[in-house]
């Protein structure tokens, strides 16, 4: 069993708010949202972060991004929305798999 929460949610061992599912990508809400609509994406297979992509990942990375604003609309942010990927210690990323924030629906901060 893997010890990676986002691997574990994405198993069906943990519980999530799914907001969406394929083959390859999950989706599902923040536990603890900044706003009031805050989601992610994340791929199925394990990368710990975007640090860690290479050119392999390029069709992965490229299908969340297309993902992104089409969940976006879906949950109702028709005005637009902040995508957020955390990399690495230095850049405050806490689960170490590979995920895009998607945050809109409320005053966001700039960056
Ligand atoms: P990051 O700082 O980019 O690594 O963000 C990790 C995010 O995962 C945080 O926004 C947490 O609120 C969120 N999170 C932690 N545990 C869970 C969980 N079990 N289900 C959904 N979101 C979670
Ligand atoms: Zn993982």
């Given at each position: 069993m893997s010890d990676c929460?986002?691997?574990r949610i994405a198993a069906g061992e943990i519980p999530c708010r799914k907001v969406y599912?394929?083959?390859?990508?999950?989706?599902?809400?923040d536990i603890n949202?900044?706003?009031?609509?805050?989601f992610m994406i994340v791929?199925?297979?394990h990368v710990d972060s975007l640090g860690e992509c290479h050119a392999?990942?390029?069709l992965l990375l490229g299908r969340i991004l297309l993902?992104?604003?089409?969940?976006?609309?879906?949950?109702?942010l028709s005005d637009g929305f902040k995508t957020v990927i955390n990399t690495g210690k230095g850049?405050?990323?806490v689960v170490m798999h590979l995920h895009v924030h998607?945050?809109?629906?409320?005053?966001?901060?700039h960056l």
């Open positions: 929460l986002f691997c599912e394929d083959d390859e990508l999950l989706a599902f809400h949202p900044a706003a009031p609509v805050h791929p199925k297979e392999r990942h390029e993902l992104a604003p089409l969940l976006a609309k879906e949950q109702g850049g405050g990323q998607v945050i809109g629906g409320g005053k966001l901060s």
